[in-house]
């Protein structure tokens, strides 16, 4: 029992390791160098190191681009960095492409619009793009009539939202300011000033309890206080 | 290259324009605007005909896969750029931490070894030629 336990180990001895019947102890020529050595045999053997040591393994060359250098600044980056860590940039595709028209910012997948589907099923192509014959345009005689609900969509909000803020930009930038921007910059203005009547409030609130607490110490110290005692009681 | 894909930007441009005017066409047809209809199918063709001349000249411009999963989920593909450039930055700044690193160690280890093996250290020194 115990012999065939022994037997099945053997296998995995270093005798049959894949790598022959070397000992795993035993150095392999490796990729540090030789160690070159002179053996002398006869009365009195020795082993002379007759070569450079391992230590002298040439070091790998130096490439003058490391990670050391600042990559941002080698490739000229610096401008693209800061123009996108400075900023917080908006999480929607809208904003990125403000004059597409219809919703964009829903995930491609759920109207079969992703791109990932372009790349996976490319669609036929290679031939000649011709214009539409008579007989083919015929195909695209339509009845009179609106749509049924579900193909009809209106999504001009997003684009609404962002002409505002292209006609404000134009504004910075010295052009004339339109009704819309006027409006915006009334609706700001008068909520800071909801802010400043706020804060005024509060500094009226603050230096009324300040004065009512000055007028307590005071009364608290002078000797006309109705809280402390006069002379009369004091001797009594 | 820049005015390649300018001209390219226009022509998409142009093309959806010109389908968001056939989708008002079309969402409350009218039968007297059947030829505008027609006009803008044969412009939609046109408008195929010049993206696809356009094709040659944006050969060489790569685009990250990735950059496209930003776009299907509806994100905005400038934070891949930033999700990128940051990685960058980050991955820049640990190599040169770890070349700093190891800069002051060999240093270091030069120092100990000189002022333990002295000997050794001058003859390595001299068969580094780096004396």
């Known amino acids: 029992m115990m012999g065939d336990q022994f037997r099945k180990v053997e296998p995995y001895s270093p005798k049959s390791s894949p790598r022959g019947a070397r000992s795993p102890v035993v150095s392999r020529q490796d990729s540090s160098g030789t160690l070159k050595t002179t053996i002398l045999l006869g009365k009195n053997p020795s082993i002379v190191p007759s070569g450079p040591f391992y230590l002298m393994k040439e070091p790998p060359v130096e490439s003058e681009l490391t990670g050391a250098t600042n990559l941002m600044a080698y490739y000229g980056l610096e401008h693209s960095y800061s123009k996108f860590s400075g900023k917080k940039l908006k999480e929607q595709l809208s904003s990125f492409l403000p004059t597409l028209p219809g919703v964009i910012d829903s995930p491609g997948q759920q109207d079969n619009s992703s791109l990932r589907s372009v790349i996976e099923k490319p669609p036929i192509g290679g031939k000649e793009l011709l214009p539409l014959t008579n007989v083919q345009l015929d195909g695209f005689r339509l009845h009179p009539g609106p749509l049924p609900e579900q193909y009809r969509y209106t999504s001009t909000v997003p684009i609404k939202k962002h002409k505002n803020k292209h006609k404000k930009h134009k504004h910075k930038e010295g052009g004339l300011p339109s009704q819309e921007t006027t409006i915006t910059d009334t609706s700001s203005d008068t909520h800071e000033k909801k802010h400043k009547k706020q804060k005024r409030h509060d500094e009226d609130k603050e230096r009324k309890k300040r004065k009512k607490e000055k007028k307590r110490k005071k009364q608290k110290h002078s000797p006309e206080h109705s809280g402390g005692l006069t002379p009369g009681q004091h001797s009594s | ?131």
Not at chain 2, 50 to 55: S, W
């Open chain 2, 1 to 131: 290259m820049a005015s390649s894909l300018e001209n390219l930007e226009t022509q998409l441009e142009m093309f959806i324009e010109n389908v968001r005017q056939i989708h008002i066409i079309v969402s409350d047809f009218q039968p007297q605007s059947q030829s505008v209809l027609n006009q803008k199918l044969q412009s939609l063709v046109h408008g195929l005909q010049e993206v696809d001349k356009l094709k040659s000249q944006v050969q060489d411009v790569h685009v990250p896969l990735e950059v496209f999963d930003y776009i299907d989920q509806g994100r905005n593909p400038q934070l891949y750029t930033k999700d990128c450039i940051e990685k960058a930055l980050a991955k820049n700044e640990q190599v040169k931490g770890k070349i700093d690193a190891y800069r002051k160690f060999k240093a270091n280890m030069l120092l100990e070894l000189s002022r333990t093996f002295p000997n050794e250290l001058s003859k390595y020194r001299a068969l580094r030629g780096d004396e």
